[in-house]
């Protein structure tokens, strides 16, 4: 949550050229932007000289990208957070685009499960082999 509210001497954030913000506390959310009630627009946009836009944060709070994501010089692939972890493949409660990892009980090799249909509760899995370095198999 926002805390801080002031200005320095009357100033808010330059129209053009630089500007640095510095944190003054560090258990404090350094920029916080609140957008309108009902918001269809993006929070955050950055462009380019020519207005092309290279990223953006739009109203539902998705990172849309222009690039690619790279980190220390390499090309990194997105990070996806598994809602759930199970030890038998579900049944019920799963929507389509659902990702979860599942353990078969006594195992230790995971399986990538993917919801492909929300009305019938599908799965695909994928098995990784260990001994093959983690490639899916």
Not at 56 to 81: C, E, F, M, Y
Not at 106 to 112: F, H, K, M, R, Y
């Amino acid at each position: 949550m926002a805390k801080g509210n002031k200005t320095f001497k009357g100033l808010a954030v330059p129209l053009m050229g630089e500007s640095e913000i510095i944190q003054i506390t560090a258990g404090d959310d350094l920029v916080t932007l609140t957008g309108a009630s009902g918001q269809t627009g993006d929070f955050l946009v950055g462009a380019n000289s020519s207005g092309t836009e290279k990223f953006s944060i739009d109203a539902s709070g998705n990172l849309v990208l222009a690039g690619t994501i790279t980190s220390s010089g390499k090309a990194a692939a997105p990070i996806v957070s598994l809602g759930s972890v199970y030890s038998a493949v579900p049944t019920t409660g799963l929507t389509k685009g659902d990702i979860f990892a599942v353990f078969a009980a006594g195992g230790t090799a995971p399986n990538l499960g993917i919801c492909y249909s929300t009305a019938t509760n599908a799965v695909r899995l994928a098995t990784f082999n260990t001994e093959t370095l983690g490639r899916l198999t």
